[in-house]
């Protein structure tokens, strides 16, 4: 069975340009989650859907940040325009539907953004 | 404002040793206290998860001991090889009130290194 996939896996952009990063979750698995870590600090929640609907956003740093999630199935996270802060390592994650029950998290490997 | 602190930051053991990373949180709705385990250029994986109405969790060489009345959890790891430098990573998320469900809260990280 395929992981969560991340692309690219590395991105590095000047302060001002657009970025998207994509994640595909694992088949079947209706929760996907955006994480963020920043050089040094902790995982940092961004957002969390269920299927298409964002079921709760309210880690996303400020209205630069676009977030979708076409037909339930891949997500896009798009950085309209980057500034230096944004550089990190973006994680996405992705869980079955238990209901409202934590269940077990994958991760992928992560796209490292750098602004410069 | 950090809901779980995590400590040490680094963490040095000789082949054999047992390390013990700890953590210690606010939220006293959070109930689901996973382990995350990374290795470089990898995402984190799932590692050992407690929930509060057990005080410890055993799986293979890895425990967690969970103190409620504390607000604080811990990972063991027995027997401690060098496969298992990497960066281990403490979380909690709660499922009560709200829209949020599922999202974690991570700790900072230890950096974990087994010498041979």
């Known amino acids: 069975e395929a992981g969560v996939t991340q692309f690219p896996s590395h991105s590095v952009i000047e302060k001002g340009q657009t970025v998207t990063l994509r994640c595909d979750p694992i088949?079947?698995?209706?929760?996907l989650y955006w994480y963020r870590r920043v050089m040094g600090k902790e995982i940092k929640f961004l957002l969390h859907?269920?299927?298409?609907?964002?079921?709760?956003e309210s880690g996303m740093p400020n209205n630069r940040f676009l977030a979708e999630r076409t037909g339930g199935t891949y997500s896009t996270l798009k950085v309209q325009p980057a500034e230096l802060e944004d550089s990190g390592v973006y994680f996405c994650?992705?869980?079955?539907?238990?209901?409202?029950?934590?269940?077990?998290?994958?991760f992928g490997p992560g796209t490292r953004l750098t602004v410069t | 404002q950090q809901q779980v602190k995590q400590s040490p930051q680094s963490l040095i053991v000789q082949k054999g040793g047992i390390p013990i990373i700890n953590c210690a949180y606010e939220n006293t709705a959070f109930d689901y206290f996973p382990w995350y385990q990374q290795f470089p250029g990898k995402g984190p994986a799932l590692l050992i998860a407690i929930r509060p109405d057990v005080s410890e969790k055993k799986e293979g060489r890895f425990t967690i001991s969970f103190n409620k009345s504390a607000k604080q959890f811990s990972l063991h790891i027995m027997d401690s090889q060098p496969g298992d430098s990497a960066t281990y990573f403490c979380?909690?998320?709660?499922?009560?009130?709200?829209?949020?469900?599922?999202?974690?809260?991570f700790g900072q990280g230890t950096i974990l290194t087994v010498h041979p």
């Open positions: 979380a909690a998320s709660t499922n009560a009130g709200g829209t949020s469900y599922g999202k974690l809260t």
């Open positions: 088949s079947g698995h209706d929760n």
């Open positions: 859907f269920v299927k298409e609907s964002k079921q709760d």
């Open positions: 994650a992705s869980s079955q539907d238990l209901g409202r029950i934590s269940s077990e998290q994958y």
